[in-house]
């Protein structure tokens, strides 16, 4: 597959003012990650209802929509605050925990979201049972790894013998993310000049020679060379951890975009909508951390 230098630049253009974008969301402070998110999660689940209204030929109701996608928003704000309780010993102060517990954001959105969905279901002219089902989905498929990825934005510290380092809060979800990009980028350039060999019939352009190549360079980039210039003196241990998370993220990432490509395919479309020329929509940008995500958050869990 030959490198196509023009569509190459215009994703790269773009790519870097997006990346500015997520940059500021990410650092800035918890309330712009959660602003970030809560817009990308409202156009994910826009672009996820136009796709399942193609594949089932149906259409939803306006009511129907708003309905799932606050009911989506009061999952991923309630992920963070069952975290913490279930999994954390201590009473975190949190942005997210305040709305969970003393503003009961949560409950008022539970309430809304339900009615909205009720009377849109009730609107319908057809319910298309399989429609439906699918559309309910989206709450496991992207507001349960959105709310993960908020979990995630907290400070982590990570132990080598007597010697501890903590970790800035966006030190996880920045991880994974650039983990992702780093391995979109590289499979994509791999891909360009050596890839002979398919990968999926799902995705036609992706090759086995791209996927590997990408993977290993995001592993070497995140888990190697990332610490070498960013946390020369931190812990030795900081390495594996790195090292792990960039190679979860590279193949479940790999597996979220397959699965969006899937959808696409199965809606006869190219993009899932149009967030920005060369890019797609927010499911094409974020397709691949709505599986790895819920992956690396198993994995730190259970081990960090």
Not at 10 to 27: D, E, K, P
Not at 54 to 62: A, H, M, Q, R, W
Not at 161 to 189: C, H, K, R
């Amino acid at each position: 597959m030959a490198m196509n230098w023009s569509v190459f630049t215009t994703r790269a253009i773009y790519g870097l003012t997006f990346a500015a974008i997520m940059a500021a969301g990410f650092l800035y402070s918890y309330w712009s990650f959660l602003l970030l998110f809560t817009i990308v999660h409202a156009g994910g689940w826009r672009e996820y209802l136009k796709l399942n209204e193609k594949i089932y030929i149906t259409e939803f109701n306006l009511n129907l929509k708003l309905g799932l996608i606050i009911l989506g928003f009061a999952v991923m704000l309630y992920v963070p605050v069952l975290g913490y309780r279930v999994f954390d010993d201590i009473v975190v102060t949190d942005t997210i925990d305040v709305f969970g517990k003393s503003l009961d954001i949560n409950f008022i959105l539970l309430i809304a979201g339900t009615l909205l969905t009720m009377v849109g279901t009730f609107q319908q002219k057809v319910i298309h049972l399989k429609a439906y089902l699918a559309a309910f989905l989206g709450l496991l498929y992207i507001s349960l790894s959105f709310g993960l990825l908020l979990d995630l934005y907290r400070p982590v510290t990570i132990v080598d013998g007597e010697n501890s380092w903590q970790s800035p809060a966006f030190f996880l979800p920045l991880t994974i993310l650039l983990s992702i990009w780093v391995n979109d980028t590289m499979a994509y350039i791999v891909g360009s000049f050596i890839g002979k060999t398919p990968f999926s019939k799902i995705s036609p352009k992706k090759t086995w020679e791209g996927t590997i190549g990408g993977a290993i360079l995001a592993v070497a980039a995140i888990g190697l060379l990332f610490p070498l210039l960013f946390f020369k003196n931190q812990l030795d241990n900081l390495y594996p951890v790195l090292i792990t998370i960039s190679a979860i993220a590279a193949v479940a990432g790999t597996v979220g975009d397959l699965l969006e490509s899937k959808l696409k395919r199965m809606a006869n479309v190219k993009d899932s909508g149009m967030m920005m020329p060369g890019h797609g929509g927010f499911l094409d940008r974020f397709d691949s951390l709505l599986i790895a995500v819920p992956c690396v958050w198993i994995f730190v869990r259970l081990f960090l």
